[in-house]
T-cell receptor, first 112, second 115 residues
Framework: DAKTTQPNSMESNEEEPVHLPCNHS???????IHWYRQLPSQGPEYVIH???SNVNNRMASLAIAEDRKSSTLILHRATLRDAAVYYC?????????????FGKGTKLSVKP | DVKVTQSSRYLVKRTGEKVFLECVQD?????MFWYRQDPGLGLRLIYF???????EKGDIPEGYSVSREKKERFSLILESASTNQTSMYLC??????????????FGDGTRLSIL
């Protein structure tokens, strides 16, 4: 699976939007972009994934650049509960069934 | 919503004991996984299973075995626990992932301490 690059940490104020960037310049044409997050003392939680088009779900939105070399996870109104480490991961066609490879991720802090 | 349930949140065992960690999922997922998570090392895959009675070694299978007798249940066994197996253990499940578009859903983890 190709490599991703994320900022180590970001800060946000409660009830403001948060844009979490991810660079993946070596992405292949069939790689899906997945986002997970991990709250303190909990297991990772799936957030969203996409291939080419922007995606929305009840948790977040995923904006994918036209060249697919970067993407942005958007939390529309941050809450204190959104404070977590966010991971951007690429998963490819025919890739292994297992082995989600989590990098260091972005630690998001949310201030009241 | 997908539910992956791990039998214990916290467990303390002694060196040399045989330890069983249980995981159950309720979404009829074909795949199930066991990872361990340690500070600075991220998630590492121990074993996974893509069907009943089928198993595949992950990156760090030594000292562990697994059992999948029913589709919804996947057990991790520490044959003879050692202190270097003190860790957070995470179970996950997913549908078959031929195209890379299947998310994995995780349990809350079991924090295992071996004394």
């Amino acid at each position: 699976d190709a490599k991703t690059t994320q900022p180590n940490s970001m800060e946000s104020n409660e009830e403001e939007p948060v844009h979490l960037p991810c660079n993946h310049s070596t992405i292949s044409g069939t790689d899906y972009i997945h986002w997970y997050r991990q709250l303190p003392s909990q297991g990772p939680e799936y957030v969203i994934h996409g291939l080419t088009s922007n995606v929305n779900n009840r948790m977040a939105s995923l904006a994918i650049a036209e060249d697919r070399k970067s993407s942005t996870l958007i939390l529309h109104r941050a809450t204190l509960r959104d404070a977590a480490v966010y991971y951007c991961i690429l998963r490819g066609y025919g890739g292994s069934q297992g082995n989600l490879i989590f990098g260091k991720g972005t630690k998001l802090s949310v201030k009241p | 919503d997908v539910k992956v349930t791990q039998s214990s949140r916290y467990l303390v065992k002694r060196t040399g004991e045989k330890v069983f960690l249980e995981c159950v999922q309720d979404m009829d997922h074909e795949n199930m996984f066991w990872y361990r998570q340690d500070p600075g090392l991220g998630l590492r895959l121990i074993y996974f299973s893509y069907d009943v009675k089928m198993k595949e070694k992950g990156d760090i299978p030594e000292g562990y075995s697994v059992s999948r007798e029913k589709k919804e249940r996947f057990s991790l066994i520490l044959e003879s626990a050692s202190t270097n197996q003190t860790s957070m253990y995470l179970c996950a499940s997913s549908h078959l992932n031929q195209r890379g578009n299947q998310p994995q859903h995780f349990g809350d983890g079991t924090r295992l301490s071996i004394l």
